[in-house]
């Protein structure tokens, strides 16, 4: 029971940290599809350009994790030091390589075939995100070392604080008033660069000043590159934020592919790939718990103890996934009308988070296995994984049955496709993760 509520404190504490951030999501959603449905439309192919690219960096970030806990198990706190410093050689490589192709996604709209009235906006939309991800991806550096030594509440205040600047910041700018003219998309953009900013000074405040991260001299500095952490880190965080990717990716780019079938079409399924990401997030916490505890374990050398975390996890993981996926399926069409006035979109979208629900049910089950195989160093082979059924079979399956039909069926030209592929890809992923992590316990 003990480690039940270690894991249940931390993964809660976490949570409404990600909720807090997710709810970015949620008003930029919501702000953009009152403002107008072609800037909804917009932000729905631009979130999904950041969000890969986010998300993929910041996997790698996230893979330290088990290093930094492992060492924290250890009672390794100058090596842990070292470490975090260490990593800002890292962070500074993933903001060039994300700033890149934020700045310059002028072909990845044409090869998506996005109609040409929405990329302006896209690429405004993008080119202030990318000024926000130096501080967004320090500031989940920050994070993972909190997440690391279990204290994950010093990140989740400053989540929670942000919302209440967010919000109204990106009604501000979208719509406009007192001077300023409305922006549409970009607006919420520019909220977004304000918050993360305002988020990341905090977060160096506190490690400037409080008496826990004393003993890790973090504020030392950090010294030439050390190759052989830093080999150890690439090692570790490529794999891994290459499977995140490919994961955000097999339903982040269904946004791209499902724009050639119009605004409707891609109003509708930002609004089902928000609601997904925000279900994901409670799986997502219970993951980082579950692979901080075993890291924890294994770095003291108590290989059940981190067995039993691993137990723990499942089991919560499992049950929340019912649980949300049934009142997804209870409230989806009242759901659908809070993000968008459209009845049309409405119309549409309510279905598609029939979908949603079962595609989170196998979601929450895979995103846990990742964590609990990268506590063992396991990364390559769930990268394989990922790329031959979600990509493979989730994305490129949709894209099938959506624009060509399979044998005796006709194209079905309907955001739909695209859930149905990658439910069905992703319940085949976490069954062969699941297996993969019994084998590994039971040695």
């Known amino acids: 029971m003990a480690e039940l509520r270690t894991i249940a404190r931390h993964a809660g504490t976490v949570l409404a940290g990600q909720l807090a951030t997710m709810a970015y999501g949620v008003t930029d959603t919501i702000v953009a599809g009152r403002y107008a449905e072609a800037s909804l439309a917009a932000l729905s192919v631009g979130a999904a350009i950041y969000m890969s690219v986010y998300v993929g960096l910041m996997g790698v970030t996230q893979a330290l994790l ?32 994300g700033m890149a192709v934020l700045l310059n996604p002028a072909q990845l709209l044409h090869w998506a075939d996005v109609p040409p009235s929405l990329r302006g906006e896209v690429h405004d939309y993008l080119g202030v995100l990318a000024l926000a991800l130096p501080a967004a991806l320090a500031f989940r550096l920050y994070g993972t070392l909190n997440q690391s030594l279990g204290h994950p509440q010093l990140v989740t205040w400053l989540q929670l604080g942000s919302l ?79 499977t995140i990717l490919v994961e955000v990716t097999s339903f982040t780019l269904m946004a791209l592919f499902i724009a050639r079938q119009g605004t409707t079409a891609a109003a509708a399924h930002q609004i089902a790939a928000n609601l997904a990401a925000v279900l994901y997030m409670a799986p997502l916490a219970i993951g980082i718990a579950s692979s901080a505890r075993a890291s924890y374990w294994l770095g003291a050398g108590q290989p059940a103890r981190a067995r039993h975390a691993v137990g723990v996890g499942l089991s919560l993981v499992a049950g929340g996934a019912l ?60 990268l394989a994984i990922y790329a031959v059924l979600l990509w493979g079979l989730g994305l490129y399956g949709g894209h099938v049955l959506a624009y060509e039909g399979v044998g005796p069926w006709g194209a079905l030209n309907h955001p739909a496709a695209f859930w149905m592929a990658g439910s069905v890809a992703m319940a085949m992923a976490a069954l062969t993760f699941w297996l993969m992590i019994w084998r590994v316990l039971r040695k």
């Open 323 to 382: 649980l949300l996926a049934g009142t997804l399926i209870l409230v989806r069409e009242p759901l659908a009308a809070v993000y968008a006035s459209s009845g049309d979109v409405v119309t549409l979208a309510a279905p598609l988070l029939l979908w949603v629900a079962l595609y989170h049910l196998f979601d929450g089950l895979q995103a846990l296995a990742v964590f609990v195989l990268r506590c063992w160093r396991i990364t390559l082979a769930p």
């Open 66 to 97: 088990p290093v930094w806990s492992e060492l924290h198990g250890a009672r390794q706190a100058q090596r842990l030091g070292h470490s975090f410093r260490q990593g800002l050689y890292l962070w500074a490589l993933l903001v060039a390589v």
């Open 164 to 242: 209440g600047l967010k919000i109204p910041l990106s009604i501000w700018f979208t719509f406009g008033g007192l001077g300023l003219p409305a922006l549409g998309a970009p607006g919420c953009a520019w909220a977004t660069l304000l918050v993360h900013t305002g988020m990341l000074a905090l977060a160096l405040w506190l490690l400037r000043t409080r008496e826990l991260y004393a003993a890790y001299q973090l504020w030392q500095w950090p010294g030439r590159p050390d190759r052989a952490l830093l080999g150890a880190f690439l090692r570790l965080g490529i794999p891994s934020g290459l």
